[in-house]
């Protein structure tokens, strides 16, 4: 599937469909405010490129989604976009040679 970002936020769902697994390029899913007491292990595991998954507002709490196979997965893609973003700005902001040669003057 090419879906990259999908937003089913107050819609009342009970559950997300396990076919989102097979939307390999899903990368943003809002989920917020539904009835939804868990997320399933298909998309966790098969949305390679998801990095963003709202839940607020639901019966899913955080230990459910710790056991859920492929949670470590999404957090370390997670993390790894937000270390890219980190890195970013920081080489935007950053400038050795000037900070090296205010220091190091005296």
């Known amino acids: 599937m ?3 970002s999908l937003d089913v936020s107050h819609n009342k769902l009970a559950a997300l ?3 989102l697994g097979r939307a390999t390029r899903l990368h943003t899913l809002s989920a917020a405010s539904n009835r939804l007491r868990g997320v ?3 998309l966790l595991e098969g949305a390679t490129a ?3 998954l709202t839940l607020s507002d639901n019966g899913v709490t955080m230990q459910q989604l710790l056991e ?8 370390a893609r997670r993390k790894g976009r ?13 400038d050795e040679g000037i900070d090296y040669e205010r220091f190091h003057r005296h």
């Open 2 to 4: 090419a879906l990259r």
């Open 50 to 52: 998801l990095v963003a």
């Open 82 to 94: 937000l270390d890219k973003i980190v890195d970013a700005k920081l080489g935007a902001d950053f």
């Open 68 to 75: 859920v196979p492929g949670f470590e997965a999404y957090q």
């Open 17 to 19: 469909p396990t076919s």
């Open 40 to 42: 399933p292990r298909e």
